[in-house]
């Protein structure tokens, strides 16, 4: 559980200079995930020690992996194979970590022993059917609270079969789970989806030399596949740097650099939704870390404008709404986001949440049932918000702070611990 603190935000004049943004949160996970089922040791470099990769490194522990600390972002594991994780003595607690609960589900649901897993209120109140089902489909033995919908999650593992599965949502976690489940087990397992979410695990398990297929419209495996522990780099984390990217063009007189962040395909819809907005965002020095794409980004303050969002660029951007929000109420005109009804099963309802925050500072934003219509080019005075306990959200209104007409007081921003721990310092470091 993250502390209680608030924080105080004050109008920025411009902000200058070269930032490093911490690792990729989706990856980071990964990385500690696969490590731990691989054989040998990996070592883990610019891993994110926020909360919620902390979780799913305390879940591994606890089923008998070694993990040892080299420097602040440097770990060690020893892989146990993915036949030799032990039982867990305690319940898992997976903190605010939804990809913690959702990955381990899909690994545990093979594994040959007894586990349970628990979240803190707000992960608790999260849809898990989503996963529960095509591994009951598989034949896991899940069973959790709410008509086996939600957390804590008690799991009799072992005894599955592959499946073909179309799921309903286009979700990386989903897909994660079954995939994962289904390379520990002899056949076939594929997933189909809507959209392409997020292959960073179709990436990193190919990294660890498995084979892995992916196409048009999902991803396969055929196991059981065997992991090589191996060096792994994580990319900054693009959603982090969103948060950068929006500052940068909407204080005036901003120019950022910031450094090595992962321009994956699957989650650099933020650069595009801000170009077309108008911002200046450029890609330089483009390069590869451990099977993933990354780039230096620099921004320049822009005068951006209002435009429509919807469809696969929705999925590419899943997690950047908030701050995008905030970038859309700074714009001249409307802008509209639809087609992401999944913003109301974040850490919080993220469309309820940015509409009482920023409305709170007089931006003209409201609700839609899969998204929001903001009418930028108002100026937004100090005040009073709330983070809701989501990370993102304390993040994005201290950036819509940055641009305020007074002084904004954001509650509860603890949270920021779980995907960004230095954010606040950061955000001195340029300049704010
Ligand atoms: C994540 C997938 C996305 C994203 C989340 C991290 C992942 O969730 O919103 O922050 O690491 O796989 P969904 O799988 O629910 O779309």
């Known amino acids: 559980m993250h502390k209680y603190e608030t924080r105080t935000v004050s109008p920025a004049k411009s902000l200058q200079g070269e930032i490093v943004v911490p690792g990729d949160k989706s990856i980071s996970h990964r990385a500690i995930m696969f490590a731990s089922l691989a054989k040998g040791e990996s070592r883990v470099r610019g891993l994110l020690r926020g909360e919620d990769c902390m979780s799913t490194l305390k879940a591994f522990q606890a089923m008998g992996v070694e993990v040892v600390e080299k420097s602040e972002d440097e770990f060690v594991i020893q892989g146990r194979g993915i036949d030799g994780l032990l039982e867990p003595e305690n319940v898992v607690d997976c903190g ?49 609270r709410d008509g086996n919908s939600k957390a804590p999650l008690a799991i009799d593992g072992g005894g599955l079969k592959p499946i073909e599965y179309s799921s309903p949502v286009a979700s990386a976690q989903v897909k994660s789970a079954v995939l994962l489940a289904g390379m520990q087990i002899e056949g076939t397992t594929t997933v189909y989806e809507p959209h392409l979410s997020r292959d960073h695990s179709e990436r990193m398990l190919r990294y660890f030399g498995a084979e892995i297929e992916s196409f ?31 500052a940068g063009l909407i204080v005036p007189g901003s120019e950022l650099l910031l450094k090595n962040v992962g321009v994956n395909p699957t989650r650099s819809g933020i650069i595009d939704i801000l170009q077309q907005m108008g911002g200046s965002i450029e890609l330089l020095n483009r390069r590869e870390l451990s099977g993933e794409p990354v780039a230096d980004l620099l921004v320049k303050s822009s005068n951006l404008k209002g435009i429509e969002i919807g469809g696969e660029l929705v999925q590419r951007a899943i997690d950047e709404f908030p701050v995008v929000s905030v ?16 913003l109301r099963v974040k850490e919080t309802d993220r469309i309820a949440a940015m509409c009482d925050a920023l409305g709170k500072l007089g931006a003209k934003i409201e609700p839609l049932e899969d998204g929001m219509r903001i009418t930028g080019g108002q100026s937004l005075r100090g005040g009073t918000v709330g983070s809701f306990g989501d990370h993102r959200i304390a993040m994005s209104m201290a950036i819509a702070a940055l641009r305020a007409e007074a002084e904004v007081l954001i509650e509860d921003t603890g949270c920021t611990a779980t995907s960004f721990p230095n954010f606040w310092e950061l955000l001195a470091q340029i300049g704010a």
């Open 96 to 144: 605010n970590s939804g990809t913690t609960m959702r990955l381990m589900s899909g690994i545990l649901a093979a594994q040959p022993f007894f586990s349970v897993l628990t979240g803190d209120q707000y992960l608790r109140k999260r849809p898990m059917g989503r996963v529960i089902n095509p591994l009951s489909e598989m034949g896991a033995k899940i069973l959790g």
């Open 216 to 246: 048009d419209g999902g991803a396969r495996v055929t196991g059981p596949v065997s992991l090589t522990g191996r060096e792994v780099i994580v990319p900054g984390d693009i959603s982090s740097a969103a948060f950068f990217l929006v």
């Open 327 to 342: 970038a859309a109420a700074f714009a001249s005109g409307v802008t509209t986001i639809c087609d992401a009804k999944e």
